[in-house]
């Protein structure tokens, strides 16, 4: 089945600092991925949806400035969190799909900013 | 090791027909345990989740899931269907290490 590699899957970083996070569609085009935020023990929540190409949509109460996402080609979408604090420590997720096809996950990102 | 079975992969039923969608899960004790559903084109929504308590759990759009540890499922139910529920449903849990697990969908066909 499709695979989606998400890298990396742990990361503790130094407040102030910024974060990328990989999310790669390894053998299929993804024309849409998503980004999740998942807190400990909660339901996800959905981020932002990116469209390669164009601007990722964000949800409301996301801060674009924060969550930096770009979707180069069709086969990669980053994360970056910018500046990042403690509450930014949090599980993140990515998602793959193509048009009308299934959803698939990245193995997700564990970020803990100290 | 930890992981999510979603037994079926596509299912096809009536509308107004009853649905069960299958959840499987392995573990040495009882994870969190969620339902979400996606539509087209959409992101993932949080239909249902269960931590303790009552095995029996409502959520949104007229879905219900049993959490029944003596088969380690929660499976997920809805007594008549309707078009609209058309979509890919999937099972997830939390194993105790805050990572969340998949299955890895159920596609659900509504015919007229």
């Known amino acids: 089945g499709a695979v989606v590699s998400q890298h990396p899957s742990w990361v503790i970083c130094k407040s102030g600092t910024s974060v990328k996070i990989e999310c790669r569609s390894l053998?299929?085009?993804?024309?849409?991925m998503f980004w999740y935020r998942q807190f400990p023990k909660q339901s996800l929540m959905l981020m932002a949806t990116s469209n390669e190409g164009s601007k990722a949509t964000y949800e409301q109460g996301v801060e674009k400035d924060k969550f930096l996402i770009n979707h180069a080609s069709l086969t990669l979408s980053t994360l970056t969190v910018t500046s990042a604090h403690p509450e930014d420590s949090s599980f993140y997720i990515c998602?793959?799909?193509?048009?009308?096809?299934?959803?698939?996950f990245g193995s997700g990102t564990q970020l803990s900013v100290l | 090791a930890q992981s999510v079975t979603q037994p079926d992969i596509h299912i096809t039923v009536s509308e107004g027909a009853s649905l069960e969608l299958r959840c499987n899960y392995s573990y040495g004790a009882t994870p969190y345990l969620f339902w979400y559903v996606q539509s087209p084109g959409q992101g993932l929504q949080l239909l249902l989740k269960?931590?303790?308590?009552?095995?029996l759990v409502q959520g949104i759009k007229g879905f219900e899931a049993e959490f029944k540890r003596s088969q380690s499922s929660f499976n997920l139910r809805k007594p008549s269907v309707h078009w609209s529920d058309a979509a890919e449903y999937f099972c997830a849990a939390h194993f105790g290490n805050e990572k969340l697990t998949f299955g890895t969908g159920t596609r659900l066909t509504i015919i007229p």
């Open positions: 269960y931590f303790s308590g009552d095995t």
């Open positions: 053998d299929f085009q993804a024309t849409t």
């Open positions: 998602s793959a799909t193509i048009i009308n096809e299934k959803l698939f």
